[in-house]
């Protein structure tokens, strides 16, 4: 699903709601996770789940091209662990 058919699904979820005020709703959204993670915060909805930041540390690493040897950085990567109810809804 794209983001154009999320906002056209949310559209169709809300009576009343113009299409405009649907994908604002949903750039809020996102930009909200996007500066809640960025502090350094977690992000969690009580059963459907977590929104993250996680350390990846530095390693070793091989150029496919080359085949030569190089140091990767250490790095913040954003994470999402589903919750309960997400893992029952899709296991049906």
């Known amino acids: 699903m794209t983001k154009s058919e999320f906002v056209d699904a949310v559209n169709d979820r809300v009576e009343g ?3 405009k005020h ?14 809640t993670l960025k502090r350094g915060s977690d992000v969690t909805f009580s059963g459907f789940g977590k929104f ?10 091989v150029n496919p091209r080359t085949g030569e040897r190089m140091q990767i950085p250490a790095s913040k990567v954003p994470r999402f662990t589903a919750g309960s109810g997400l893992k029952t809804a899709v296991k049906k």
């Open 52 to 61: 993250h930041v996680a350390e990846r540390g530095a390693r070793e690493g």
């Open 17 to 19: 709601m113009s299409r």
């Open 22 to 35: 649907a994908g604002e709703a949903v750039d809020a959204m996102l930009e909200t996770i996007t500066e």
